[in-house]
């Protein structure tokens, strides 16, 4: 599944075979949550931009419309037309983020729905299930996410948990994958490294689950408030210990620089809601930095948001009309928003495997990770 190809000090260019083709890695995955990015961004829109990997949520198509229904479409490949890899998240972060009532036991959370209140348990089971019924080319293991801070204790007996969860995703996975009319037989199956900000706690979880021997290794629970420079000391201090022959995915991550950074501590995969949430806010990313298109040094200005951009908004537009759209309320402008910023994402990425393919990547690094997260203004 994944053939590491070659590394610069700590940094891995490799590619992961699926059943649903090739991905090249260090990668992005393109957020659709419900099944399609939000700024009105269908399947073939995602191919423009040059998305290698859609990620979805299982918490949120289980509620709406329901991964039955999903199922009986196709899965999310027939449901979505999107026929590249696509990876589920287990909905365990939805589960303690959105739930405003729930109950943790040993078999898992009973909670309610954030859309229409009904009560629902999930576990690794039944999250199983679902993205089983989703068909997925990836699947996360179900996990207990933990707010950050939280105590050392409860922390360590969260892990335990998880592991304990871990095991029981892999026994039900293989039992839904041999079924006869199961949507993807070939589903695989990531586990999540958790243990908030506690080193030891981080080392001793990756360490359990790296015997279990998993299609690929998460990294969970960070980028949830905590400052950088702790979530980048997490990273190092855990990835000695992920095993060198599967992929590592940092979860929910992040900023441009933070995807030159973790690539530079070790990490193959991201993904991150950052591109889509901030165009539709009029935040957009460039090679110069951070804009934010409402600003009115933008209202006459001819130019693209960025000069020499390949992505579908820059070749057709400039900045004083996508200003324009935004101040008149459209619609429009947070898709050309959104088309720029994931363009620029996975161009970043596609940047970043060349560096490495020619032995450059320290460079390049010094070249442009502090540019990435200034504020640039013209």
Not at 188 to 210: E, P, S
Request: proline share 4%.
């Amino acid at each position: 599944m994944f053939e590491l190809i070659k590394t610069e000090q700590t940094a891995r260019r490799g590619v992961f075979h699926t059943v649903h083709g090739d991905f090249q890695t260090p990668a992005f995955m393109n957020v659709a949550t419900a099944g399609a990015i939000k700024g009105a961004l269908s399947a073939r829109d995602l191919e423009q931009v040059n998305c290698q990997v859609m990620l979805c949520n299982t918490y949120h198509l289980h509620v709406r419309p329901g991964d039955h229904i999903v199922r009986k479409m196709g899965g999310l490949h027939g449901f979505t037309g999107w026929k590249k890899p696509i990876l589920t998240d287990s909905g365990g972060f939805q589960v303690f983020s959105l739930a405003k009532l729930r109950k943790i036991k040993e078999e898992g959370v009973t909670f309610r729905s954030h859309v229409d209140g009904r009560q629902i348990f999930m576990g690794p089971e039944e999250s199983m299930r679902i993205q089983s019924n989703l068909g997925s080319t990836i699947a996360m293991a179900f996990d207990e996410c933990v707010e950050n801070p939280a105590p050392y204790r409860y922390a360590e007996q969260s892990c335990f948990r998880t592991t304990r969860w871990l095991m029981r995703c892999q026994t039900e996975m293989k039992r839904l994958n041999a079924l006869p009319d199961t949507v993807n037989p070939h589903q695989l199956l990531f586990g999540i490294n958790q243990g908030c900000t506690f080193a030891d706690l981080r080392i001793q979880h990756m360490k359990q689950i790296a015997e279990l021997d998993l299609d690929g290794y998460a990294i969970g629970g960070l980028a949830v408030g905590e400052p950088t420079d702790v979530m980048y000391d997490i990273i190092e201090q855990v990835e000695p210990h992920m095993p060198v022959g599967k992929i590592r995915y940092l979860m929910g991550v992040g900023t441009p620089q933070n995807l030159v950074e973790g690539v530079a501590r070790g990490i193959d995969l991201f993904d991150c809601v950052m591109p889509s949430r901030n165009a539709r806010h009029a935040t957009v990313f460039t090679w110069e930095g951070i804009m934010h298109m409402t600003n009115k040094e933008f209202e006459t200005d001819p130019r693209p948001i960025e000069e020499g951009c390949g992505c579908p908004t820059c070749r057709n537009f400039s900045r004083a009309y996508i200003r324009h759209l935004f101040k008149a309320g459209e619609q429009l402008a947070g898709r050309l928003a959104v088309q720029h910023n994931l363009w620029f994402y996975n161009n970043l990425m596609t940047e970043i495997r060349n560096a490495l393919d020619e032995n450059r990547f320290a460079a390049f690094r010094a070249a442009h990770s502090e540019n990435l997260g200034r504020l640039r203004r013209s």
